[in-house]
């Protein structure tokens, strides 16, 4: 089973803490899907196409689009997901009632803080407006709003705030609101607030009910202590279902980490065909190669903070290391 995720129209957001790293929006020609569907068909059974890799539904014919990426897959469907765009929400009447019409049940809104800090982060003016309306109008339609705040050592008081808000919303308007907390990956975007990233003490005790996986959060300290005598070297299996990320100049990658150069797996306009294929399906990549030849333990002496505090999952510390081992190649 394949999934082709393709940044055919790009985002009209720039979130301090995309994973997937900033790419310039460029259009890409509309007959790539045919194209690239023809690329792995010889190839795979089952494809599910998605014609976008970062904002859902940013193309103006997102009702075409969607029924296009359905009829284009083959053998499979593609997810719709509980994602939707709030740039279109609050422009566009006829988006949520196309949401309605595909299904969707709850929508999942991001924030960082209040006003400006959340403006700041998602990287335009009135975004945080523009949230709080999609909020509003989602549930005035009946689909379920899930709060999504990232943390970090900034934002603290202004998380707070908005699980308050959370709370009254609940209370007055739809008490099926979800909201929860994280840290977040430490990947692509995200890993330059580092510097900033969230203590694991300072996670305020009221918002650890709603801080997603608590239990398995651990400091920086606390992962380098187990990775210490780790003779692993990091190993990313590539199983028989594989996602892949395809950027808008036709570069492959694996959707397990950010896109970047050490990354990229090869490209679909230049790359040999049967090559590229047959890298993809046993991780024959210039990272993964690299890779074999490193340990945990090593990665961890190197690029960690032993008397860090900053909050961690030991996946998410991995693949933070991992990368600033890569980024150093360059
Ligand atoms: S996190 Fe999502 S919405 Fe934000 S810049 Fe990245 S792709 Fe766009």
């Not at 310039?24 to 068909?41: G, L, T, V, W």
């Not at 859902?56 to 509980?82: L, Q």
């Not at 065909?273 to 990549?285: E, F, P, R």
């Not at 961890?300 to 008397?307: D, H, I, P, R």
Request: aromatic share 12%.
């Amino acid at each position: 089973m394949l999934n082709v995720v393709v940044d055919m129209y790009g985002c009209p957001n720039r979130c301090l803490h995309c994973w997937l790293g900033h790419m310039p929006n460029k259009k890409m020609p509309e007959d790539s899907d045919k194209y690239i569907m023809e690329y792995f068909s010889p190839y795979f059974n089952e494809i599910a196409y998605y014609s976008w890799l970062r904002e859902p539904d940013f193309c103006d014919n997102y009702k075409e689009r969607w029924e296009r990426d359905i009829e284009i897959s083959k053998n499979t469907v593609p997810n719709r997901f509980e994602l939707a765009s709030f740039f279109r929400i609050v422009r566009d009447d006829k988006y949520i009632p196309f949401l309605k019409s595909v299904g969707v049940k709850k929508v999942q809104l991001t924030l960082f803080g209040l006003q400006s800090t959340q403006d700041r982060y998602i990287g335009r003016k009135g975004a945080f407006k523009e949230v709080m309306t999609a909020t509003e109008k989602i549930i005035e339609n009946g689909i379920i709003p899930r709060w999504q705040c990232f943390i970090n050592e900034e934002n603290i008081e202004e998380i707070l705030e908005l699980y308050e808000m959370a709370k009254e919303i609940k209370n007055t308007k739809c008490p099926s609101l979800e909201f929860f907390v994280h840290e977040g990956s430490c990947d692509g975007e995200n890993k330059k607030l580092y510097p900033i990233r969230i203590r694991k003490q300072n996670i305020p005790e009221s918002l650890i009910p709603v801080y997603m996986d608590y239990n398995e959060i651990l400091t920086e300290r606390e992962c380098i202590e187990i990775l210490k005598n780790d003779s692993n070297a990091p190993h990313f299996p590539i199983g028989d279902d594989i996602t892949l990320n395809i950027s808008n100049e036709f570069d492959v990658y694996y959707n397990f980490t950010n896109i970047s150069k050490p990354w990229k797996i090869g490209n679909l306009k230049t790359s040999d065909q049967d090559t590229l294929i047959n890298n993809i399906l046993t991780g024959n990549t210039p990272a993964l190669n690299t890779l074999k030849q490193c340990k945990y333990g090593e990665l961890a002496e190197t690029y960690g903070e032993k008397l860090s505090e900053k909050a961690f999952s030991l996946e998410d510390y991995k693949m933070y290391i991992v990368n600033c081992y890569l980024e150093q190649l360059k």
